[in-house]
């Protein structure tokens, strides 16, 4: 079964501070797409980044980017510069087998920024 | 542009009384379909995904059901409903392909009293 393991359920950080949270992943396919989504209180999932397992370059965004080393299927977040406004949880997920796949979710990292 | 539509946004039931939720897609044609479920200060969990009309997978084992009338609607039910049904249930949906972002609903907020 493909599984994404995400081994910090909190995580706490200082206002402008750096932070980084930790994602593993398991699949035999060759093709699939990593992402990090930001749940806030008031639950509504967004995305946060996202990248393809094809491509070789870590994605970014702002003051998110990610660590992507696919031979040791790992796919950590950084987050720069820490803000009060990414006290959240935090998913990893995976997306797998094309049309016939679907969404598997991390269990979360609950992220808390402290000014 | 593409939309998501889940409701209600909250519910409160009586144990044993029947649940239907509710969530459309606009926007997009022959997308894939997802039920979720996500206990209080937990991760979600897969309940149901859908990758046509009528094409339903289980991932749990409960007294959930899906259904897919149409290729932008996916209907969660339940005929009696447990206390342990109780949760935050979100509908997503995606490419078939997975070249783009997961789309959520706003969630619904079940209460089984």
């Known amino acids: 079964a493909q599984t994404v393991t995400q081994s910090q359920p909190e995580m706490s950080v200082q206002e402008a501070e750096t932070v980084t949270l930790s994602c593993t992943y398991d699949t035999s396919e060759s093709n699939y797409y990593l992402f990090w989504y930001k749940q806030p209180p008031s639950r509504q999932m967004i995305l946060v980044i996202r990248?393809?397992?094809?491509?070789?370059q870590n994605a970014t965004e702002n003051r998110f980017s990610v660590n992507f080393q696919k031979a040791a299927k790992s796919f950590s977040l950084k987050i720069s510069d820490s803000q009060l406004g990414d006290t959240a949880m935090y998913f990893c997920?995976?997306?797998?087998?094309?049309?016939?796949?679907?969404?598997?979710f991390g269990k979360g990292t609950k992220l808390s920024v402290k000014p | 542009s593409q939309t998501i539509h889940q409701w209600p946004a909250t519910l409160v039931q009586p144990v044993g009384s029947p649940l239907s939720l509710e969530c459309t897609v606009e926007?997009?044609?022959?997308?894939?379909l997802y039920w979720y479920r996500q206990a209080a200060g937990r991760g979600l969990q897969l309940l149901f995904y859908?990758?046509?009309?009528?094409?339903i997978s289980s991932e749990v084992p409960q007294n959930l059901s899906a259904s897919r009338p149409q290729d932008r609607q996916f209907i969660l039910s339940s005929k009696k409903l447990l206390l342990s049904d109780s949760g935050f249930y979100l509908c997503?949906?995606?490419?078939?392909?997975?070249?783009?972002?997961?789309?959520f609903g706003q969630g619904t907020r079940l209460t089984v009293v």
């Open positions: 926007g997009t044609s022959n997308p894939n």
């Open positions: 859908s990758i046509g009309i009528g094409q």
């Open positions: 997920v995976s997306f797998y087998g094309g049309s016939q796949g679907n969404l598997i």
């Open positions: 997503a949906w995606s490419s078939g392909t997975g070249d783009t972002e997961a789309f």
């Open positions: 990248q393809e397992a094809y491509k070789q």
